[in-house]
C-alpha cells in the first residue's frame, strides 16, 4: 500500500509539473468563487501576469499557466525559495465563462491528500502502531486554511482587474 501511495504522489508531481489539462479540469472541487463581470469586462480581461499582483507572501509563489480551452492553471510554485512551504492540497484553475458573465476561481483536492486521508482509518485498525498518521488530516487541514485564504488572494487579484480603474492595454475588437 505505501509503494501505491508513493506512486500516486509521484504521478501526481508529474502531472503537476507538466501542466497537464485534463489534470487541472477534473477533481473534486474544494473551492469555488464566482466573480461577476459585465461582458465589457470580460472582454478586455487578461490573465496573464496575474501572479506579479498577489500580496508577496511568506510561501512560495504560485505559478500560472494558460491551457489551451482558453483558462488558466496554477499550483503552488516547485522553484526553490526563502519562504514557507506547507503540503500543497489544491491544483487551480481560472475558467472566464462569458455566457454567465462571471470568472470562476475554482480549487481541486490533491489525490494524494484524499486517498492518505480516506486510508488513516484502515491502516491504523490493521495496524495499531501506525497511530501517529493521526497527524496527517490535522496537517492537511492546516494546509488547506493556507491555501484557501492564497486562493482568495487570487479572487482579490481578478476582481481588482476587473475594476474599471486597473490599467488595460489596447485591444482590437477585429
Given at each position: 500500500?505505501?509503494?501505491?501511495?508513493?506512486?500516486?504522489?509521484?504521478?501526481?508531481?508529474?502531472?503537476?509539473?507538466?501542466?497537464?489539462?485534463?489534470?487541472?479540469?477534473?477533481?473534486?472541487?474544494?473551492?469555488?468563487?464566482?466573480?461577476?463581470?459585465?461582458?465589457?469586462?470580460?472582454?478586455?480581461?487578461?490573465?496573464?501576469?496575474?501572479?506579479?499582483?498577489?500580496?508577496?507572501?511568506?510561501?512560495?509563489?504560485?505559478?500560472?499557466?494558460?491551457?489551451?480551452?482558453?483558462?488558466?492553471?496554477?499550483?503552488?510554485?516547485?522553484?526553490?525559495?526563502?519562504?514557507?512551504?506547507?503540503?500543497?492540497?489544491?491544483?487551480?484553475?481560472?475558467?472566464?465563462?462569458?455566457?454567465?458573465?462571471?470568472?470562476?476561481?475554482?480549487?481541486?483536492?490533491?489525490?494524494?491528500?484524499?486517498?492518505?486521508?480516506?486510508l488513516v482509518v484502515p491502516i491504523?485498525?490493521?495496524?495499531?502502531?501506525?497511530?501517529?498518521m493521526l497527524v496527517c488530516p490535522?496537517?492537511?487541514?492546516?494546509?488547506?486554511?493556507?491555501?484557501?485564504?492564497?486562493?482568495?488572494?487570487?479572487?482579490?487579484?481578478?476582481?481588482?482587474?476587473?475594476?474599471?480603474?486597473?490599467?488595460?492595454?489596447?485591444?482590437?475588437?477585429?
Amino acid at each position: 500500500m505505501a509503494i501505491a501511495l508513493i506512486a500516486l504522489m509521484l504521478i501526481e508531481l508529474l502531472l503537476l509539473s507538466a501542466w497537464v489539462p485534463l489534470f487541472f479540469r477534473t477533481g473534486i472541487v474544494l473551492f469555488n468563487q464566482r466573480i461577476a463581470a459585465s461582458p465589457d469586462n470580460l472582454r478586455h480581461l487578461s490573465l496573464g501576469g496575474l501572479e506579479h499582483d498577489l500580496p508577496i507572501a511568506k510561501w512560495a509563489r504560485l505559478s500560472f499557466h494558460a491551457l489551451p480551452d482558453g483558462s488558466v492553471a496554477f499550483r503552488e510554485s516547485f522553484a526553490p525559495g526563502f519562504g514557507g512551504r506547507y503540503f500543497p492540497l489544491m491544483r487551480g484553475q481560472l475558467v472566464i465563462d462569458s455566457r454567465r458573465r462571471e470568472v470562476r476561481v475554482i480549487g481541486r483536492c490533491s489525490w494524494f491528500a484524499l486517498v492518505l486521508t480516506l486510508l488513516v482509518v484502515p491502516i491504523m485498525l490493521v495496524r495499531p502502531m501506525a497511530w501517529p498518521m493521526l497527524v496527517c488530516p490535522l496537517i492537511f487541514y492546516v494546509g488547506y486554511r493556507i491555501q484557501r485564504r492564497r486562493y482568495a488572494n487570487v479572487v482579490e487579484a481578478v476582481q481588482a482587474r476587473l475594476r474599471p480603474e486597473f490599467p488595460r492595454r489596447f485591444v482590437d475588437p477585429q
